[in-house]
């Protein structure tokens, strides 16, 4: 047989195998789904006799979220109130407060943990389409990730609320405001990361299920008045930010994000700590 002939088995056979691999990952990942799915029937059916509606459909199981470091992150902050102010100087006001100010009275604060507000006395115009599209464009001009939640009040005084997200998944606890009056954007605050990198140490998301469990166990609990509910309208897995450093160092751990008919409540999965989510 020739060479050239003997290669061509070789690839072909290859071929075969990765195939062959190829197909039983995909039959293995069905499987797992099919797990996963009646795992989140089953429990929310253990829900609803309880007394609690549910639908599994509206049950977001989590993806590959795992504790992740943050950093502060200067170059970040002054990007963030030049995209609102335009030019302006910088001075450190002490206690990891840095202030931004314009020549027009505006003025921008950061905070070590993340937490920001901007004050633009003379307004930023609406841009064409309203208030809305106003604040997706300066989302990019800022270099922030967010999306939108929702828009509330009247034409020309709305308040448009966003949530941070890394890669597409959801930090709960880091939401912005940006606050219109009299036809222009005139606060902005909220809490944002930056710096975000792999941790050395820390968790996966754990399963749906367990969530869910740990929130009913909640409700029926009579020393925690401040978690009822007849109605789960969705379950979604994210992030959470918390500090743990005085120079802005802090984590995004893996949580869980549960609506309801009385509010919407986040899930600690390192240590199954419930609170309301305001």
């Given at each position: 047989?020739?060479?050239?002939?003997?290669?061509?088995?070789?690839?072909?056979?290859?071929?075969?195998?990765?195939?062959?691999?190829?197909?039983?990952?995909?039959?293995?990942?069905?499987?797992?789904?099919?797990?996963?799915?009646?795992?989140?029937?089953?429990?929310?059916?253990?829900?609803?006799?309880?007394?609690?509606?549910?639908?599994?459909?509206?049950?977001?199981?989590?993806?590959?979220?795992?504790?992740?470091?943050?950093?502060?992150?200067?170059?970040?902050?002054?990007?963030?109130?030049?995209?609102?102010?335009?030019p302006t100087d910088m001075t450190d006001q002490g206690?990891?407060?840095?202030?931004?100010?314009?020549?027009?009275?505006?003025?921008?604060?950061?905070?070590?943990?993340?937490?920001?507000?901007?004050?633009?006395?003379?307004?930023?115009?609406?841009?064409?389409?309203?208030?809305?599209?106003?604040?997706?464009?300066?989302?990019?001009?800022?270099?922030?990730?967010?999306?939108?939640?929702?828009?509330?009040?009247?034409?020309?005084?709305?308040?448009?609320?966003?949530?941070?997200?890394?890669?597409?998944?959801?930090?709960?606890?880091?939401?912005?405001?940006?606050?219109?009056?009299?036809?222009?954007?005139?606060?902005?605050?909220?809490?944002?990361?930056?710096?975000?990198?792999?941790?050395?140490?820390?968790?996966?998301?754990?399963?749906?299920?367990?969530?869910?469990?740990?929130?009913?166990?909640?409700?029926?609990?009579?020393?925690?008045?401040?978690?009822?509910?007849?109605?789960?309208?969705?379950?979604?897995?994210?992030?959470?930010?918390?500090?743990?450093?005085?120079?802005?160092?802090?984590?995004?751990?893996?949580?869980?994000?549960?609506?309801?008919?009385?509010?919407?409540?986040?899930?600690?999965?390192?240590?199954?700590?419930?609170?309301?989510?305001?």
């Amino acid at each position: 047989m020739s060479t050239s002939r003997v290669k061509t088995l070789v690839i072909a056979a290859l071929a075969l195998i990765n195939i062959l691999f190829l197909a039983v990952i995909i039959r293995d990942s069905y499987a797992d789904a099919r797990i996963d799915r009646l795992a989140i029937e089953n429990v929310c059916d253990v829900l609803r006799s309880c007394g609690i509606t549910i639908d599994p459909d509206n049950v977001k199981a989590g993806g590959a979220i795992r504790t992740m470091r943050t950093s502060r992150d200067d170059e970040a902050e002054a990007a963030i109130a030049g995209a609102v102010l335009g030019p302006t100087d910088m001075t450190d006001q002490g206690g990891g407060i840095y202030r931004y100010n314009n020549e027009k009275g505006g003025v921008a604060e950061f905070y070590s943990a993340g937490d920001f507000s901007i004050r633009a006395d003379d307004g930023v115009v609406i841009r064409s389409g309203g208030a809305l599209r106003s604040v997706q464009a300066l989302i990019k001009d800022m270099k922030l990730e967010a999306v939108i939640l929702d828009v509330t009040g009247s034409q020309g005084s709305e308040t448009v609320k966003a949530v941070s997200v890394y890669r597409g998944t959801s930090i709960f606890n880091c939401a912005i405001e940006f606050q219109f009056r009299d036809g222009k954007l005139r606060t902005i605050i909220g809490r944002y990361v930056t710096g975000i990198s792999p941790a050395e140490d820390g968790s996966v998301i754990s399963q749906a299920g367990t969530a869910l469990l740990g929130f009913l166990s909640a409700t029926m609990d009579n020393d925690r008045e401040d978690i009822e509910c007849t109605i789960i309208y969705k379950v979604e897995a994210g992030y959470q930010h918390s500090v743990v450093g005085s120079f802005g160092e802090g984590v995004i751990d893996p949580a869980w994000l549960i609506t309801t008919d009385t509010g919407r409540y986040i899930i600690d999965d390192t240590n199954g700590e419930i609170r309301a989510l305001l």
